[in-house]
């Protein structure tokens, strides 16, 4: 893989080393390349953590890679079906990627939970060492970053 693409993953993990959720750390890696400077990408990926909102559902990660696939060939008309189908396929096999490399999409499952959370704990867990020692959410953001760094680095 280039150069600039390793940089632009170890860039998503030092992001989310910082505090920045999972989708946000993996969005604002790649971001500039779309247009989008470093504060809106990490807006508009804000809600994503935890899970969505950390209710634990998708993967926040997994969701950056989403919003980047939407980014990088996302159609603009609403009557284009096939750019949205070349889109959705391009999502559903990067996705299929992270599923074989990280064994679910889901954020429970990946913090081994035993489901979605309710409604109402919405409340951030604070970044500390321990923090970062119990959870494999680095590790998730770095896959994240670089399945999709891989799929631009395979673009023709």
């Known amino acids: 893989m280039r150069k600039e693409l390793e940089d632009r993953v170890a860039l ?39 899970g969505m909102g950390r209710m634990r559902m998708m993967c926040g990660a997994v969701s950056g890679i989403v919003m980047l696939v939407g980014l990088d060939c996302g159609q603009t008309e609403g009557s284009d079906s096939a750019g949205k189908s070349a889109c959705y396929k391009v999502v559903q096999e990067l996705l299929a990627k992270s599923t074989a490399d990280n064994g679910s999409l889901i954020c429970a499952e990946l913090l081994g939970l035993k489901g979605p959370v309710p409604l109402g704990q919405y409340v951030a867990s604070e970044r500390t060492a321990e923090y970062y020692k119990s959870r494999p959410c680095a590790d998730k953001v770095e896959s994240a970053a670089r399945i999709f760094a891989q799929y631009l680095d395979e673009k023709p």
């Open 12 to 50: 998503a993990v030092e992001n989310f080393m910082q505090g920045y959720g999972c989708c946000q750390s993996v969005v604002a890696a790649f971001a500039d390349l779309y247009g989008l400077d470093d504060t809106m990408a990490k807006r508009i990926a804000a809600g994503f953590g935890g």
